[in-house]
């Protein structure tokens, strides 16, 4: 199975961007549906977004439409979440994952998802 490696969490201030990327090793995305979900302390996994079976259609929560982007550099193998304008409400673990079989309607639940990555932490505080 490919593994998921995430990278590029941090402490930033409100107002702040960053960038996460999601590596795969052993594999590649191929025309599986990447997302990224984020899990404050003590809440559910949420769906923040996702490339649908390898681009180009992409889906955004509410909360960060409009100021997350996410990407795909199938050169690099990895797929990006640009993260800008960022608040206190978008600090948790960022996981990736991605699912062979999603569907357009199911792409925002985890349950959809079959292969995670170990998550990295992303602080937005003053």
């Known amino acids: 199975q490919v593994q998921l490696v995430e990278s590029g969490g941090g402490l930033v201030q409100p107002g702040d961007s960053l960038s996460l990327s999601c590596a795969a090793s052993?594999?590649?995305?191929?025309?599986?549906?990447v997302g990224w979900f984020r899990q404050a302390p003590g809440k559910e996994r949420t769906f923040v977004a996702s490339?649908?079976?390898?681009?180009?259609?992409?889906q955004y929560a509410d909360s960060v439409a409009g100021r997350f982007g996410i990407s795909k550099d199938s050169a690099k193998n990895t797929v990006s979440l640009r993260m800008n304008k960022l608040t206190p409400e978008d600090s948790g673990i960022y996981y990736c994952?991605?699912?062979?079989?999603?569907?357009?309607?199911?792409?925002?639940?985890?349950?959809?998802?079959?292969?995670w990555g170990q998550g990295t932490q992303v602080t937005v505080s003053s």
């Open positions: 994952a991605t699912a062979g079989r999603a569907i357009w309607s199911s792409q925002t639940s985890p349950d959809a998802y079959d292969n």
């Open positions: 490339l649908f079976r390898g681009g180009p259609n992409t």
């Open positions: 052993g594999g590649s995305f191929s025309r599986n549906t």
